[in-house]
């Protein structure tokens, strides 16, 4: 008898969690950037590539160079680092990081993370 009672307790539950559920609600979904934004509801149509969108990358012309040279030769590494660099500003400027969130000690204290 008692395990018939379970059952039958979790069977309610389970329709009164279906009952419960709210209508549609159309929250912004936190997205990663990778495949199309679920937060957008129209459709955009893709630019052809323009002038504009040369400027937005500078490493365009510096990919097609390293494209002809020799992989892995100084001047293959030279245009390789400037790549690097350029990519690592790019990433710099957009990356904001509050100052609050990082914790700085003191200068002279211990920053091993020791329990002393």
Known sequence: MMRHGFFLL????????CAVAPAQER???AWDGLGRNP???HVTKQ???SPALAQDNPNQERE???ATLRPYSEAW????????AENDKRLGTK????PR????????????????
């Not at 979790?10 to 969690?17: E, I, P, V």
């Not at 969130?101 to 204290?109: L, R």
Request: proline share 6%; glycine share 6%.
């Open 95 to 98: 990356l904001v990081i509050c």
């Open 101 to 116: 969130c990082v914790q700085t000690s003191p200068p002279g204290e211990d920053v091993t993370g020791s329990l002393r």
């Open 39 to 41: 937060n957008r509801t």
């Open 64 to 66: 097609r160079v390293l």
């Open 27 to 29: 929250r912004p979904i």
């Open 47 to 49: 630019r052809a590539a």
């Open 77 to 84: 590494w030279a245009v390789h680092d400037e790549i690097e």
């Open 10 to 17: 979790t069977f309610c539950a389970a329709l009164m969690g």
